[in-house]
C-alpha cells in the first residue's frame, strides 16, 4: 500500500489549506487513517484520523475546531482542511494507515499505524 500527500504549502497567518492523503489500492482507504505532523527539532504528532467504517474521527486538541478530516471513498483519499492557521501550525504533514477494524484513537499514537506517506511541508507564515 502506498500513501500519497499533496497539498502543502506557504500560506500566511489565518489562511487555510487542505492536504490530501491518496491511497495506492482499492478499498485500502476503508483503513483508519491517521495524520501526523512534524516540526523541526521537535517529536512527530497526531494531529486527526478517522475511522475505516462507521467514519469517527478525533482531533488533537491544538487544532479543535480549526482542521476537519473527511473522505472520499470513491477516490480512495482522505482529506485534512486546515483553517485558522497558525505559525505553530508549521510542520511536514504525513498520513498513515491503520489496516485493522477498530475505532481510531489518536492517543494510541504513530504504533497503531503501519504505512505511511512520505509528508507534505505546511509553512505559516506570521
Known amino acids: 500500500l502506498q500513501l500519497v500527500e499533496s497539498g502543502g504549502g506557504l500560506v500566511q497567518s489565518g489562511g487555510s489549506l487542505r492536504l490530501s492523503c491518496a491511497a495506492s489500492r482499492d478499498g485500502s482507504i476503508y483503513y483508519n487513517i491517521g495524520w501526523f505532523r512534524q516540526a523541526p527539532g521537535k517529536e512527530r504528532e497526531g494531529v486527526s484520523c478517522?475511522?475505516?467504517?462507521?467514519?469517527?474521527?478525533d482531533y488533537a486538541d491544538s487544532v479543535k475546531g480549526r482542521f476537519t478530516i473527511f473522505r472520499d471513498n470513491a477516490k480512495n483519499t482522505v482529506y485534512l482542511q486546515l483553517n485558522s492557521l497558525k505559525p505553530e501550525d508549521t510542520a511536514v504533514y504525513y498520513c498513515?494507515?491503520?489496516?485493522?477494524?477498530?475505532?481510531?484513537?489518536?492517543?494510541?499514537?504513530?504504533?497503531?499505524?503501519?504505512?505511511w506517506g512520505q509528508g507534505t511541508q505546511v509553512t505559516v507564515s506570521s
Open positions: 478517522i475511522s475505516g467504517f462507521g467514519g469517527r474521527t
Open positions: 498513515a494507515a491503520d489496516p485493522r477494524i477498530r475505532p481510531c484513537v489518536l492517543s494510541r499514537g504513530r504504533d497503531d499505524y503501519d504505512y
